[in-house]
């Protein structure tokens, strides 16, 4: 425990302290303790007040005002630009290309309309000459091999026709289907004779309606085949003509 010794003296003014080692000791760490302990409050009250960031907080209100400051600039430039008279130049080019292409048109349009119709129709319409030193009609008729040149008459070609009709409707038997079914009908042959009276071809020129009497008057002819010789008055060549096959049931 420590002890404080004060003496007072009615004749001295002053004020005496007697301690001793340890209590110094003592004394100087509690000082010591007290100066450490005041010492961060006083640094912390003389330091002055931090500003606030203004800087950082203005910033970004500046960076809008930067980028909208050439603006005027730019409208100034449109403005002029716009405010410029047109080049006198560009003016007479513009005339001279609206009326340059006026001319090639109207000169391209005339060859068009031009008819080329009358060349063809003169072309078609134009009469065929015969050459000099022809006689008339002398490419009027056209011979064919083995023909004569005297076309036969009509009574004398029907007379023969009706020769060979009547010799075929002797020969003729009736198909027995068709007879069953009652079938008629009339087959027209064209032949080809020769001079003696060999058949040189046989076609059916119009049918009956009915295969099994077409194919019944074909093989009628080829069956009674040599036919009978044309007359000499229709020519020495090949004869062409046609002859009816009449199928009527009934007929006597």
């Known amino acids: 425990m420590t002890t404080l010794v004060l003496s007072h003296h009615a004749q001295d003014t002053g004020l005496k302290v007697s301690l001793s080692t340890g209590q110094w000791a003592l004394v100087i760490s509690l000082l010591a303790h007290v100066v450490i302990l005041a010492w961060p409050h006083r640094a912390t009250r003389s330091a002055p007040p931090s500003r606030p960031p203004l800087l950082a907080m203005l910033l970004p209100a500046q960076a809008p005002a930067q980028s909208t400051a050439p603006a005027p600039a730019v409208r100034t430039m449109q403005a002029h630009a716009s405010s410029r008279p047109p080049a006198p130049v560009l003016t007479s080019a513009a005339k001279a290309m609206d009326s340059a292409p006026t001319t090639p048109a109207a000169n391209i349009a005339t060859p068009i309309a031009t008819p080329v119709a009358p060349p063809i129709a003169a072309s078609v319409t134009a009469p065929v000459l015969p050459p000099p030193g022809a006689t008339p009609g002398a490419n ?110 009934g007929k006597t």
């Open 140 to 249: 009027a008729a056209t011979t064919l091999p083995g023909t004569s040149l005297h076309p036969p008459s009509a009574a004398t070609l029907a007379s023969y026709g009706q020769t060979l009709s009547e010799r075929l409707g002797r020969l003729q038997r009736y198909p027995r289907l068709a007879e069953m079914r009652g079938w008629q009908g009339e087959v027209q042959l064209h032949l080809r004779i020769a001079r003696k009276g060999a058949l040189l071809d046989v076609q059916i020129a119009r049918s009956s309606g009915y295969d099994i009497l077409d194919r019944n008057a074909l093989q009628l002819v080829q069956d009674s085949a040599p036919l009978p010789a044309p007359p000499d008055t229709l020519g020495g060549g090949e004869l062409d003509i046609v002859v009816p096959i009449h199928y009527r049931l």
